[in-house]
């Protein structure tokens, strides 16, 4: 672990962060690389699902980069994103900090997708940094997945202790897409990564004051979302998955958390308190008894753990591969 020091070129306050050392090499030879030489810009996608740390390790990547960026670079929503991209000055960093919980359909995502493509001329004429903090890369489009992003850095949680992430290069990230996303499922043969690390959930833009304001930027976000008005097609998709998942829930004589690990298991994750908001809208509310520990279940003679992600890669100390 290499300890980060940066002074914050906004308040002149000192930072302090620790970062894994081969996360911290490459952020130097890859993305710095790319925008202080090679005169291009770099993209990459945070993915991971809710509540894991993503957004935590995309400012801490972001801030050793730029020591400039600020919460006026981090962005919630399309129109911001493509303001901030016309705003940045070269060799700047800015992260588009999703506003969607839980299943995002890929209609959710076209707007970014779009923007993402239009605005390419501009990202590279000012050799930006740009993070996609996503719930999961799978819901990028392919152009966007498999040309312009440069790496895929997914985070997770182990044994239900959040802060651990895996890198894919843009070789495995394009194979893993190819071949994982049918199922999204980050555990396919033919994309295992040697690049895990851990991080600490450690606020990379200085003091609680500002910490405190970024969370309520994003509580609005989310808010914001929420009230927006959704398309006939989205409206269709919310409501087949709802009926859905109550249906399995009763046919199987499930409980909500005993669901909600089924679930992820298929990689298709939805968090105990969605699944109970959604049965809660057909009146079905889960008895006190019913409830299990969150450690272990049993569905269909199965145990199963709910905490803890097996995502089908050799230890760490195998290998190293670079973000490129």
């Not at 992430?165 to 040697?194: D, E, M, P």
Request: net charge positive; glycine share 6%; aromatic share 12%.
């Amino acid at each position: 672990m290499a300890i980060i020091k940066i002074k914050d070129d906004n308040s002149e306050n000192l930072i302090e962060y620790f970062m894994e050392d081969r996360l911290k090499h490459n952020l130097d030879s890859k993305v710095r690389n790319s925008l202080e030489k090679k005169d291009k810009d770099y993209v990459i996608c945070v993915d991971g699902k809710e509540g894991v740390g993503k957004s935590t390790l995309a400012l801490q990547m972001a801030k050793y980069v730029d020591s400039t960026f600020n919460l006026k670079r981090i962005v919630f929503n399309p129109e911001e994103f493509r303001e901030a991209i016309y705003k940045a000055k070269k060799g700047q960093c800015i992260v588009y900090d999703e506003a969607f919980t839980g299943l995002s359909s890929r209609t959710s995502l076209s707007p970014v997708n779009k923007v993402l493509i239009s605005l390419m001329m501009q990202m590279r004429q000012k050799n930006l940094f740009v993070i996609l903090v996503l719930p999961t890369f799978f819901l990028l489009d392919k152009y966007a997945a498999l040309f312009r992003t440069k790496a895929l850095v997914h985070v997770y949680e182990n044994k239900g202790r959040r802060g651990y992430f895996l890198v894919y290069n843009s070789k495995l990230k394009k194979y893993l897409f190819l071949f994982g996303k049918q199922t999204y499922s980050y555990s396919t043969k033919h994309a295992k990564s040697r690049f895990k690390g851990h991080f600490y959930g450690v606020f990379a833009l200085g003091s609680k004051e500002i910490e405190d304001k970024y969370k309520k930027m994003k509580e609005k976000a989310l808010q914001d979302s929420e009230k927006n008005p959704m398309s006939a097609g989205q409206i269709k998709y919310r409501d087949q998955r709802n009926i859905c998942l109550f249906l399995l829930r009763k046919k199987l004589d499930l409980t909500y958390q005993e669901l909600s690990n089924l679930l992820e298991d298929y990689d298709f994750p939805v968090s105990f308190v969605q699944v109970r908001d959604i049965c809660a809208k057909f009146g079905d509310i889960e008895p006190k008894s019913d409830k299990i520990n969150n450690k272990t279940t049993k569905t269909n003679g199965d145990t199963r753990k709910s905490d803890g992600e097996d995502n089908g890669n050799e230890p760490l100390n195998d290998g190293t591969y670079p973000l490129n």
